[in-house]
């Protein structure tokens, strides 16, 4: 089913200031709502976030990328970058495809990513929603960074794309996740770039989310599956702490709860959105 759904999301490509990012993206220019931007996670891409395109697409624009090293996306510069190297690639994608200000949903990696934007660019954040957040190794010790990195790498090393969707895939998801959200999640792994991910393994080890996130003053929101095995609540519990808000925890969901949950997940971004839109009068927040 999601095959077929994808092909009315057609992969697509742009040039920006960083250099080619790919992407999918769904509804249209809509006045009255504010578009809505998703970033994946370290083993995933933008066509995980099918279902979320084909309903919100109803009624606001939403646009899904390919972080900087997935698919046809120029990767990063650094070999071991940090957050703001793809807050910044993803600074020049939002420019080249007009989109002033957003509400920013990321999931897992794609939260750090998330984070160093809303950080560094505030004023074209209208929300942040941060879905089973990665917090990162940047706070740890240089022995534990180094040690979760190496260890992700030779997996990676040992496995490659395939095997890696075939042996991990599984963590993703919760005992509750049907067969065809198991599929979907191998589907997406499957396909990652090993350079791509190396680089976002060395992001992890890099990143401080919490950090990030104790810095941003905007409207914030985190969430996570409370069957996530990666991510797991009471880790996502400290990041909503540096939020200042409540973790909201989604029941029979595992790290990838926007797949195997979808309608749940979709909600949840599309409820946030409005109470963002309820407070705000032509763009401005009241």
Not at 35 to 57: C, E, F, K, M, N
Not at 85 to 103: K, S
């Amino acid at each position: 089913m999601n095959i077929e759904t994808l092909a009315c999301f057609p992969d697509m490509h742009i040039d920006t200031a960083h250099g080619i990012t790919g992407y999918r993206e769904a509804g249209a220019m809509h006045l009255r709502t504010l578009p809505v931007v998703l970033l994946h996670g370290i083993g995933s891409g933008a066509a995980s976030w099918v279902r979320q395109l084909d309903t919100l697409g109803a009624k606001r624009r939403v646009l899904a990328w390919d972080a900087p090293g997935y698919g046809v996306s120029t990767p990063v510069a650094a070999d071991s970058p940090v957050a703001a190297d793809y807050a910044n690639a993803l600074r020049a994608w939002l420019d080249a495809m007009d989109v002033d200000r957003c509400v920013l949903v990321g999931h897992s990696l794609g939260a750090i990513v998330a984070g160093s934007f809303a950080v560094h660019a505030p004023e074209r954040v209208a929300g942040l929603l941060l879905i089973s957040p990665a917090a990162g190794y940047g706070a740890a010790s240089t022995e534990l960074r180094e040690s979760k990195r190496d260890a992700r790498l030779a997996m990676l090393k040992e496995l490659g794309p395939q095997g890696l969707a075939r042996e991990r895939s599984a963590n993703m998801v919760s005992q509750y996740a049907d067969e065809a959200a198991r599929e979907w999640v191998r589907w997406n792994m499957a396909r990652i770039v090993p350079e791509g991910y190396t680089q976002a393994t060395h992001l992890l080890a890099n990143a401080d989310l919490a950090a990030d996130i104790a810095r941003f003053h905007g409207r914030i929101a985190v969430a996570v599956g409370a069957q996530d095995a990666i991510t797991p609540p009471d880790a996502c519990e400290r990041i909503a702490q540096a939020a200042r808000v409540s973790l909201q925890v989604m029941p029979r969901a595992g790290h990838a709860g926007y797949v195997e949950s979808p309608a749940a997940y979709t909600a949840l971004i599309d409820t946030f959105c409005q109470g963002i839109e309820c407070h705000t009068k032509d763009g401005v927040p009241q």
